[in-house]
T-cell receptor, first 116, second 109 residues
Framework: DADVTQTPRNRITKTGKRIMLECSQT?????MYWYRQDPGLGLRLIYYSFDVKDINKGEISDGYSVSRQAQAKFSLSLESAIPNQTALYFC???????????????FGPGTRLTVL | RKEVEQDPGPFNVPEGATVAFNCTYSNSASQSFFWYRQDCRKEPKLLMS???SGNEDGRFTAQLNRASQYISLLIRDSKLSDSATYLC??????????FGTGTRLQVFP
């Protein structure tokens, strides 16, 4: 079974609809992240969380919200979807090295979201 | 200036060729460095970490130059299966990674 899973894998929705993307992990990591990827722009950080009580905005958080329901679950919501939120969304997890430096991130398979 | 910059390519090389990718980063306090590989429409996956002394994993060699804030990836004896986008990744603090936009490699027969 995959260590990081995302649901749904594909979603088509209409402008103004509320949508939630879910992420679950079995790696036991405290740190979880949400990214979006657009052609030519690379991966951009939306939100990240260090534990259930710690949520932080990334570089493009406007229009999004998140919820860390448990160590293993981190969901991303679009309260009122708009067409320019059409993108590939990735969830990722990580932990810290012994020296405190950030370790590699493990990614889920992605959710392809289309907003019409 | 972008925090992490890469040549987007594409690099089109024949099988067996040696190809090198470069990456520059702007934050001199960055601590950790990685190369990720991403296949079309798939998630990024770690290819290798990059250490100050340089490191090698089979046909892949990564180098770090902290003074010039420069990272490189060398692929020897390219295979068709190496065709992918290679992402340079840098930490700016202990919170998060910054991803380059990637360099696309296409290996042809």
């Amino acid at each position: 079974d995959a260590d990081v899973t995302q649901t749904p894998r594909n979603r088509i929705t209409k402008t103004g609809k509320r949508i939630m993307l879910e992420c679950s992990q079995t790696k036991g990591h405290d740190r979880m992240y949400w990214y979006r990827q657009d052609p030519g722009l690379g991966l951009r950080l939306i939100y990240y969380s260090f534990d259930v009580k710690d949520i932080n905005k990334g570089e493009i958080s406007d229009g999004y919200s998140v919820s860390r329901q448990a160590q293993a679950k981190f969901s991303l919501s679009l309260e009122s979807a708009i067409p320019n939120q059409t993108a590939l969304y990735f969830c990722a997890t990580s932990d810290l090295q012994v020296n405190g430096a950030l370790n590699e991130q493990f990614f889920g398979p992605g959710t392809r979201l289309t907003v019409l | 200036r972008k925090e992490v910059e890469q040549d987007p390519g594409p690099f089109n090389v024949p099988e067996g060729a040696t190809v090198a990718f470069n990456c520059t980063y702007s934050n001199s306090a960055s601590q950790s460095f990685f190369w990720y590989r991403q296949d079309c429409r798939k998630e990024p996956k770690l290819l290798m970490s990059v250490y100050s002394s340089g490191n090698e994993d089979g046909r892949f060699t990564a180098q770090l130059n902290r003074a010039s804030q420069y990272i490189s990836l060398l692929i020897r004896d390219s295979k068709l299966s190496d065709s992918a986008t290679y992402l340079c990744v840098v930490t700016v603090d202990t919170d998060k990674l910054i991803f380059g936009t990637g360099t696309r490699l296409q290996v042809f027969p």
